[in-house]
């Protein structure tokens, strides 16, 4: 099957075809002017996907995501915390990556900074100015929307839908409510750049334009970002680089995520439903946020609320279960080595395993559809479960060099969304207030088996628990010992007692 990707310019799916030997792709980075709040993170988190994808088929990725640092709202914020723009951008730069990292974003292969720009933007700006479709008006200078003839290309609007839009504002100084600044006169106190119209900085739409131009060259594959950017800010950049070059298609394929909402109303400041990252993974581990971020088709509206992180919990430690299992099956390395015959039952196995595999592949080759993708991985861990837990299961050296090669396409698969458990699972940082609670509410039953000082980690306090409930059962305390048992699993965290000893594990 053929990857096909829905093109917000054409309004249907069309064939995937890069137009040079890699594919090009740009996205549309944050202002840096705060952390990352979770609408941010569901854009960053589809792209990096989309991008693992096109490199997992084989195809050569060059990603640029860009850095808006200099802007009215780093200027505002930085005169609050009276500090300059440049320092408030690099702070808010490496809060950025330290977010991105935790949900295990891919970095870019070139993370340009607005700010490291200015020529290539001045350039431009000239150019548009020579050929009459911008104009200088005190300082500021203006894009002229209407001597650009496919303005409304990318969002559907006519010119007099835009006019009654609330997004347009009015301002003398253009020649119509429709024109957007391209260069912007440096207030008293602002950073400024001289230019031929004065001291100044560029306008948010220029920057992308310029940025992806530089690094991607004009006619690039995949221009991205979040659905709330098509208009103004897509359909600005694509007047700019297509009136600047006299050609189109400035991109070919225009790949937009839907909105996040809260109790399905939109995320908003003003709703004061708004969540940032940083606030969010003091909760839930970064591969919950993940996982959850791509349950739903991106192009789709994404409703947050603990219950779908609490699924999400669930959904992501059944796939891990299912790669313990395999290790433990497998171990490091065994089977390897010795491809031996299979029995019928293991033959059937490997064909209905490789049937999950080509699910995984059709569902994200229509459009990157990663509800059905993780609905083929949840099949593929159903198939190994039941294999290796059967009663006929046999672990001969074929069996156990099939399970490794299996174990390698679940492993594969699992890193295209970003998904793969650690080498160590570990509890996330939602789990230390429920062993807490756990921990004080046996307080009485446990008498002096607990510290004065309970353990900062979940890790730490869930050995804390494990070895005062290995206690109890050497002293045949199993009122305590269930108790513990049964207040784990409440919280998700599975006890087997096996003849190697207690384990634990995530459902």
């Known amino acids: ?130 050929k009459g479709i911008a104009y200088e008006y005190g300082g500021d200078v203006y894009f002229s929307v209407r001597s650009f003839p496919g303005y409304g290309k990318l969002s559907g609007r006519t010119l007099e839908e835009m006019l009654a839009g609330a997004r347009v504002e009015v301002d003398e100084r253009k020649r119509d409510p429709l024109d957007f600044v391209l260069w912007k006169a440096a207030k008293p106190g602002e950073p400024f750049w001289e230019s031929p119209w004065g001291a100044g900085r560029p306008g948010w739409h220029l920057e992308c334009s310029v940025m992806s131009l530089k690094y991607l060259g004009f006619g690039f594959d995949i221009h991205g970002g979040g659905s709330d950017l098509i208009f103004p800010h897509h359909e600005n950049e694509i007047a700019q680089a297509e009136a600047y070059a006299g050609s189109e298609p400035f991109a070919r394929y225009w790949v937009h ?49 603990d219950a779908a992180l609490k699924n999400a919990r669930k959904s992501f430690n059944r796939l891990g279960n299912t790669l313990d299992l395999l290790n433990d099956t497998v171990g490091d390395g065994q089977g390897k080595k010795t491809a031996g015959r299979l029995a019928r039952e293991a033959e059937a196995f490997r064909s209905r395993v490789a049937d999950c595999v080509a699910q995984f592949e059709e569902a994200m080759d229509d459009d990157f559809n990663t509800a059905l993708a993780l609905a083929a991985l949840f099949n593929m861990g ?103 048992r049964d207040a784990l699993r409440e919280e998700g965290i599975i006890i087997e007692d096996t003849p190697r000893g207690t384990r634990w594990r995530l459902v």
């Open 1 to 130: 099957m053929a990857l096909m990707v829905y093109n917000t310019l054409s309004r249907r799916k069309e064939e995937f075809v890069p137009g040079v030997n890699q594919v090009r792709m740009y996205v549309c980075g944050p202002t840096t002017y705060n952390f990352i709040h979770l609408g941010n993170a569901r854009a960053l988190v589809v792209f990096d996907t989309i991008r693992r994808y096109l490199e997992y088929k084989g195809y050569r990725v060059k990603y640029v995501q860009n850095f808006t640092d200099i802007d009215d709202k780093i200027i505002n914020r930085a005169r609050e915390e009276n500090t300059s723009a440049r320092e408030l951008a690099e702070k808010y730069i490496g809060e950025y990556f330290r977010d991105a990292d935790a949900l295990r974003v891919k970095r870019a292969t070139v993370h340009p900074r607005a700010s490291e720009h200015i020529p290539e933007m001045i350039d431009m700006v000239r150019v548009l100015c020579e």
């Open 257 to 305: 995520n839907g909105f996040v909402t809260v109790d399905e109303e939109k995320m908003s400041k003003s709703l004061g439903n708004f969540f940032l990252v940083r606030g969010l993974l003091q909760e839930w581990a970064p591969e919950i946020l993940r996982f959850f971020l791509l349950s739903t088709h991106y192009r789709s509206p994404l409703d947050f609320n």
């Open 382 to 484: 159903r198939e190994i479960n039941g294999f290796i837990n059967g009663d006929q299961f046999q672990p001969t050296p074929g069996v156990l060099y099939l399970l490794a090669q299996i174990r390698e396409y679940y492993l594969n698969l699992l890193d295209v969304l970003g998904l793969v458990p650690g080498e160590k699972r570990e509890l996330g940082e939602e789990y230390r207030q429920p062993l807490i609670r756990i921990a004080l509410s046996l307080k009485d039953e446990a008498g002096g088996r607990l510290p004065d000082r309970l353990p900062d980690g979940p890790r730490e306090l869930l050995e804390l628990l494990l070895k005062i409930r290995r206690e109890a059962r050497q002293q045949k305390n199993y009122q305590l010992s269930d108790a513990l």
